[in-house]
């Protein structure tokens, strides 16, 4: 059976914002703040908290205008379905009870409803956001064709998304904590190795690289983890031709060797360096 997109968000599920005077009373009503429980399994799991002292100003002017749309607990009292920064805010303001608008809806529906919201408003950061993706893949038999439907992107961006969780752990934590950016992420995915990632994420992060220097920086270091394997399956006389041949030249040289067989590359930087090198080879 295909899956309904809800790629138009939460439009068909929660009402639009208006002061409570206005709300229609079918929106939902207001609940005791204590009667409302954030949802473990959300997908946003930081708040800043500079931006929720904000919106508690807000909300102490005008209250909350959009309803907090939940489900009732087997419990007793009400789970955030969407709206826990909302709730957040309104626990900070003072506020006793806060709107709420009330659905029926499936553990998969909630974190769906969820996800959505966070991704409309641009709450979750990367991290989160893949997370989130794999969870849908992991736990409620998603592929990442029927993500994309469902959230409405392309297939490519939960693709690129879920590979940053390829990251190292230490990795991981620094996008979240926005030491780096999405690009930098995608960037790091490159480097040869775990410790090399750590390495070029700290320098990335320390010395403000741009996603394009990490990018050179991490081909720079493909490069050289790639020659020193090379050297390493060398034999002791390739490797001491090699050495010989680059003071004789005054360039690099790298011998190829199979069984007698191979190749001679010479390294130059610039054709005035290619007429030297020809002139001493011809001369």
Not at 65 to 89: D, H, S
Not at 239 to 254: F, K
């Amino acid at each position: 059976m295909a899956r309904k997109r809800l790629g138009r968000g939460l439009d068909g599920m929660l009402p639009s914002a208006k002061p409570p005077e206005t709300t229609p009373k079918t929106a939902g009503f207001e609940a005791a703040i204590e009667e409302v429980h954030p949802n473990r399994e959300q997908p946003r799991t930081r708040f800043d908290d500079a931006a929720l002292d904000e919106l508690a100003a807000s909300i102490r002017e005008l209250g909350v205008l959009e309803p907090i749309l939940v489900r009732k607990r087997a419990t007793g009292g009400f789970e955030i379905v969407a709206g826990e920064r909302r709730w957040r805010a309104a626990q900070r303001a003072g506020l006793q009870r806060v709107p709420i608008f009330v659905r029926e809806l499936s553990t998969e529906e909630a974190f769906e409803a969820a996800l959505v919201e966070n991704l409309q408003r641009e709450d979750l950061n990367p991290i989160e956001t893949a997370r989130a993706f794999q969870r849908l893949v992991d736990e409620h038999d998603y592929t990442q064709e029927s993500v994309a439907q469902r959230v409405g992107k392309d297939r490519s961006t939960i693709a690129n998304a879920m590979r940053l969780l390829k990251l190292p752990e230490p990795v991981l934590v620094m996008l979240e904590e926005g030491q780096l950016s999405e690009g930098h992420g995608r960037a790091l995915l490159g480097a040869p190795s775990a410790p090399v990632m750590q390495r070029l994420a700290r320098e990335a992060a320390s010395k403000g690289w741009s996603v394009r220097e990490t990018e050179r920086q991490v081909r720079s270091a493909a490069r050289g983890e790639g020659d020193a394997k090379t050297k390493a399956t060398k034999s002791a006389n390739v490797r001491d031709l090699e050495q010989r041949l680059s003071r004789h030249l005054g360039a690099r040289v790298s011998v190829e060797d199979k069984k007698g067989k191979g190749k001679l590359v010479v390294s130059y930087s610039s054709y005035d360096e290619l007429d030297r090198l020809l002139a001493q080879m011809m001369g």
